[in-house]
């Protein structure tokens, strides 16, 4: 199974920027698939969760600002970021939960990070 993500890029202050991450492989099913994102020096953190269902889950510091959003047809989470502010400039990690064809259970596979630069 690969995670492979794109759409990063430099952008200044109040721009915008749109994040996808497709999963490709031998996947029977996904579950829950989101964003992380780690900026220097700093911890990883969740940014942005959503079910298959469609129920998501928001970091408070992004809420309103960012959206996520996922083609389950096409295995792809997307994030939407709009008003960004310098101290979103991290590295961006998608992950998904996924259980493999002819596999119990599932398990988490990531993505190569994404650079987001955001200038004031």
């Known amino acids: 199974v690969q995670l492979q993500a794109s759409g990063g890029g430099s952008v200044q202050a109040g721009g915008s920027l749109r994040l996808s991450c497709a999963a490709s492989?031998?996947?029977?099913?996904?579950?829950?698939m989101g964003w992380y994102r780690q900026a220097p020096g700093k911890q990883r953190v969740l940014v942005a969760a959503?079910?298959?269902?469609?129920?998501?889950t928001y970091a408070e510091s992004v809420k309103g600002r960012f959206t996520i959003s996922r083609e389950n047809a096409k295995n792809t989470v997307y994030l939407q970021m709009n008003n960004l502010r310098p101290e979103d400039t991290a590295v961006y990690y998608c992950?998904?939960?996924?259980?493999?064809?002819?596999?119990?259970?599932?398990?988490?596979?990531w993505g190569l990070g994404t650079l987001v630069t955001v200038s004031s």
């Open positions: 992950y998904a939960d996924i259980r493999l064809l002819g596999i119990r259970g599932s398990q988490l596979y």
């Open positions: 492989g031998s996947i029977f099913s996904i579950n829950d």
């Open positions: 959503i079910t298959s269902g469609g129920s998501t």
